[in-house]
Structure formats: structure tokens, C-alpha cells
């Protein structure tokens, strides 16, 4: 098991955190109709955290792909360019994917505005 971030594990707490916030807020109102406690439930507020998390997990696997296509792209620019400095086609078609498969990750894994 990695301890990296992962968008599909952050999605998935997202989502289910999601979903105890929906059923504590329905324990809640029915709680509240007969005269019980306004206070979250437990469901209410461990959904929340689940969600908060899920929703972290994401952004920071977004950083990280973001991050490499950085690296992707500077490195195969790098081997484009000493490809076409040296002759060497195949160097230089190999630098040329590896930069467009660089700027594709960072435009996947680009930050929300």
C-alpha cells in the first residue's frame, strides 16, 4: 500500500464522506422534529472529516501529477534539444513526446481557480 496521495481514494472518501453528512443531517431533522437535540451527530461530523480528507487527497495528487509533468516536460525539452543539436532524430522524437506527455499531465492536474 503507497502512502501517496491517489485522486481515486480521495474521491471515493469525498464521496462517502459525503453521504454521512446527507444521513446525519436526515438523523438530525428527525431528532430536532420531536423535540431532540440540534447538535451534529456523529455522522454529521465524521462525514465532514471523511469529506475534508478525501477532498486534501486530491489536491495533493493534483500537486504531485502536476509536479511531474513539470518534469516530464523539461526533461524531454532537454533531450529534444541536444537530439537536434547532435543529429540524433530518434533522441529528439523521444524528447519531443516526452515534453507534449509533460504538458498533458500538467494540463490535467493544472490547479482549480
Known amino acids: 500500500m503507497s502512502n501517496e496521495p491517489s485522486k ?5 472518501n ?10 446525519g443531517n436526515t438523523i438530525e431533522a428527525a431528532y430536532s ?3 431532540g437535540s440540534t447538535e ?4 454529521t461530523t465524521a462525514g465532514q472529516k471523511q469529506h ?16 511531474e509533468g513539470v518534469g516530464d ?7 529534444s534539444i541536444v ?3 547532435t543529429g540524433d532524430k530518434t533522441q529528439q522524437t523521444s524528447g519531443n513526446l516526452q515534453h ?3 504538458e498533458a499531465q500538467m494540463e490535467v492536474n493544472k490547479p482549480s481557480q
Open 40 to 43: 451534529p451527530s456523529s455522522w
Open 73 to 79: 516536460r523539461l526533461e524531454g525539452k532537454k533531450d
Open 100 to 102: 507534449d506527455k509533460g
Open 8 to 12: 481515486t481514494n480521495g474521491q471515493v
Open 52 to 67: 475534508d480528507q478525501g477532498e486534501a487527497e486530491i489536491t495533493a495528487a493534483k500537486a504531485q501529477g502536476y509536479v
Open 14 to 23: 469525498s464521496l462517502v464522506g459525503s453521504a454521512k453528512v446527507l444521513v
Open 83 to 85: 537530439g537536434a543539436i
Open 33 to 35: 422534529a420531536v423535540g
